[in-house]
């Protein structure tokens, strides 16, 4: 009841000037009221979404990330089957070495060499692998030579000739007319990896 007095006893100017504050005051209200706590809920709320879509994207590169190493490592484990068959067979090195003695002897023949010796050098550590090497003396002419040592190096399994040490008994400056060339005695060490029984390749998932 005060109120609606001191309204009636307003005049019409002054009531003007109260409806205009009132209106201000209102205004004020509604914006630091409702307006602010709305525009801070939806900033924020923006902002989480944000962060949520910026890490769901983060777990789908990681995702294709993965994938990508997971096949990478299914190639190289392929890769190193295909590659371990290319070694010598054997568990151990005595038995790698009787392999590599057996395969040079074979290569050896049908290059239509003679061999002569045959000696097992000390096997050596390659990593996790075991190297392991035949030294050998071959006797017979040049280009038989040369077909023994393309047949090693290019063959099957991964061997190397890392020595070779060539004697003859030519006379390069008087060529025998008649009658055949005494043969050339050929000295090499042939190397190469043996398979052993098996290495794994351990994966890291996750």
Request: glycine letters at 8%; proline letters at 4%; zero cysteines.
């Amino acid at each position: 009841m005060q109120l609606k007095q001191i309204w009636q006893r307003l005049a019409a100017r002054e009531r003007v000037l109260a409806g205009v504050a009132l209106l201000g005051l209102l205004l004020v209200a509604v914006r630091y009221g409702i307006i602010e706590p709305y525009l801070d809920y939806t900033a924020h709320l923006e902002e989480e979404i944000e962060q949520e879509s910026q890490r769901v994207a983060k777990m789908q590169r990681q995702r294709g990330r993965r994938e990508q190493i997971a096949t990478q490592v299914n190639i190289l484990r392929q890769r190193f089957q295909e590659m371990r068959h290319k070694l010598i067979p054997g568990g151990t090195p005595a038995l790698a070495a009787s392999h590599l003695q057996e395969r040079i002897q074979t290569q050896a023949g049908q290059s239509g060499l003679e061999l002569v010796t045959t000696q097992v050098m000390r096997d050596e550590a390659v990593g996790e692998f075991r190297k392991i090497a035949v030294q050998v003396t071959l006797r017979g002419e040049l280009p038989a030579v040369a077909d023994f040592v393309a047949g090693v190096e290019y063959g099957e399994w991964l061997l190397a000739v890392t020595t070779l040490e060539v004697r003859s008994t030519y006379n390069l400056r008087v060529r025998p007319k008649e009658g055949p060339r005494n043969p050339l005695t050929i000295t090499l060490e042939v190397g190469g990896v043996m398979q052993g029984t098996g290495t794994p390749v351990v994966t890291r998932e996750g």
